[in-house]
């Protein structure tokens, strides 16, 4: 018996011996011997993504990206086959693609994912699909068919601004409310009105219900499992044992990093359109047939309707998958990237005392029919340079999208800042370190909150920083709601800045403001005082 236990104590012990050599050498390979090995980065990140994976969770990628950039230069090793760069030629070099999709299927043994034929403009791999898709829904989202519903945003405008000055306190000055909350409940509320026609009741609540928290915790698991492709595709294996090893991969996995969130009892979406579509496409095909170009009064005026209408004028190219998947994408692309925007703006004015004076007196001199009528037509943008100037720049300094937005190098390599990059390499662009660390586009205060830098009168320098600018995405990945997203913020900050003067009480540090994949800021309260008081 004792012969046993000593054969298996050093059957063990050369097990323990092999696996702590192969990871030694592996480590050692990627730190002096790989082709990325000249690359400056830490030794750590050389070796795992694990290095990585630990910031993120932590939600603290901002400040990564700030201390990566600043200490290791505009090209940076954050993986074994990872690269961030914050230049422009690098930026150039890079196109714009992340998978967020789940995969129609994975194969259970050479772990090759299926990707379905379905409308997601953020994570579409097959570039010939994407531009079809662009090309159909392009009507659709331009700025003229988006002012025809320039009135539902209105409205919800109007209603938050009157629901805010009888919340108790804020009326007389003295209450605070969490600005990312607020937020939240008016971009809902803004995108429930102009796609559907329809209010979640956030703002006669005064609460969002919990929704924009439990949809930024899916955040936080996304941009953790994203790091380790080998264990996302196992996850989601979806048949026999495999998909019985890959639940429980996931569900282990998740909880040894701590992105394990449970969803309340009782927690409802804010929004639902199956229905409305099942419904809208009842009539029989020859009734299809008879759909007009020109909608009779009867039907609804939403955005909804005309991607509906779309459908029924063109059911081949523009296929119910594609009409579902994009009704949803405007409430789930839309709603969490508003709010960001819309947090990071009146928070970003409002801690600049200067700003917002200013912001408020070119705001007043602009209103239409005097002082006692709150409202702007789109076309007096144009007339509000300074508040425009003062968006922009609070975008550029808090874009929504956190992390890098990556590609694959392609088989014959590429060379960034110098630096030959093997196929296969994954590369990509922080835009916080783009917006922020080229000196030559944006300066050298560059991560200073300065409006000015956008009234500049250098044509050719302006025109190099709206290039370098990823607020709205880039090159042929640019937001196809652009001028909804637009529209709402515009009249949503120059509303509230015309009623309410926007004082800032509570404003976290970066560190304690938790940020992944997509950043918010969060925990910023403000205190609001109504102007006519």
Same mark, same amino acid.
């Given at each position: 018996m004792s012969t046993i236990f000593t054969a298996t104590a050093q059957l063990l012990g050369w097990s323990l011996c092999f696996v702590l050599t192969t990871i030694a050498t592996l480590a050692f390979y990627r730190v002096y011997l790989h082709p990325l090995a000249g690359l400056p980065g830490p030794k750590f990140a050389a070796v795992s993504n694990v290095w990585l994976a630990r910031w993120v969770v932590k939600g603290r990628v901002r400040e990564l990206t700030k201390w990566l950039h600043q200490t290791y230069g505009p090209v940076v090793r954050v993986g074994p086959g990872e690269v961030w760069v914050c230049g422009v030629g690098g930026f150039k070099e890079i196109y714009v693609a992340t998978a967020l999709n789940k995969p129609a299927s994975v194969n259970q043994w050479?772990?090759?994912? /299926?990707?379905? &034929? %379905?409308? #997601?403009?953020?994570s579409e791999f097959d570039g010939k699909r994407y531009r079809l898709q662009r090309r159909l829904i392009g009507p659709v989202y331009t700025a003229s068919n988006v002012k025809r519903f320039e009135g539902a945003v209105d409205g919800v405008v109007a209603a938050a601004v009157a629901r805010l000055k009888v919340i108790e306190g804020c009326g007389g000055g003295a209450g605070t409310v969490d600005l990312k909350e607020w937020m939240h409940i008016i971009a809902v509320e803004c995108l429930g009105a102009v796609v559907l026609g329809w209010s979640p009741g956030y703002i006669k609540s005064g609460s969002d219900g919990g929704t924009s928290k439990q949809s930024y915790m899916g955040w936080k698991r996304k941009s953790l499992f994203g790091l380790f492709p080998a264990v996302t @595709? /196992?996850? *989601? *294996? &979806?048949?026999?044992?495999?998909k019985r090893v890959g639940k429980w991969l996931g569900?282990? !996995?998740? #909880?040894? !990093?701590? =992105?394990t969130f449970a969803t309340p009892k009782g927690f409802k979406p804010f929004f639902t359109v199956s229905k409305r579509i099942t419904a809208a496409l009842a009539p029989s095909?020859?009734?299809?047939?008879? =759909?007009?170009?020109n909608k009779s009064p009867e039907v609804k005026e939403d955005l909804l309707t005309d991607l509906i209408q779309l459908h029924l004028s063109r059911p081949d190219e523009f296929t119910d998958n594609y009409l579902r998947r994009m009704a949803v994408t405007n409430f789930g692309a839309g709603h969490e990237t508003l709010c960001a925007t819309l947090t990071s703006v009146l928070a970003m004015i409002g801690s600049h005392a200067e700003v917002e004076a200013r912001c408020f007196a070119e705001i007043s001199s602009c209103l239409q029919g005097g002082p006692h009528k709150r409202r702007y037509d789109l076309e007096d943008v144009t007339k509000l340079r300074y508040t425009q100037a003062a968006i922009k720049e609070a975008q550029r300094l808090w874009p929504v999208i956190g992390m890098s937005l990556s590609r694959t190098v392609p088989e014959d390599g590429c060379v960034i800042g110098g630096y030959a990059i093997p196929a296969g390499t994954t590369v990509g662009c922080s835009p916080l370190g783009l917006h922020a660390f080229n000196e030559d586009v944006f300066g050298v205060d560059g991560l200073e909150y300065r409006p000015e830098r956008w009234l500049i009168e250098d044509l050719e320098r302006l025109r190099a920083m709206e290039r370098s600018n990823l607020i709205w995405g880039g090159g042929g990945r640019t937001c196809p709601?652009?001028? *909804?997203?637009?529209?709402? /913020?515009? @009249? /949503? =900050? %120059?509303?509230l800045l015309a009623e309410f003067r926007v004082e800032v009480v509570e404003m976290p540090e970066e560190g304690n403001m938790e940020c992944y994949f997509m950043a918010m800021m969060s925990g910023v309260v403000v205190r609001l005082r109504e102007r006519s008081r």
């Open positions: 050479k772990l090759g994912l /299926v990707w379905p &034929d %379905t409308l #997601d403009l953020l @595709k /196992v996850s *989601l *294996l &979806d048949s026999g044992m495999g569900r282990f !996995w998740a #909880d040894a !990093w701590g =992105v095909q020859s009734a299809k047939a008879k =759909v007009k170009k709601g652009r001028y *909804l997203a637009e529209m709402i /913020v515009f @009249k /949503v =900050v %120059t509303a």
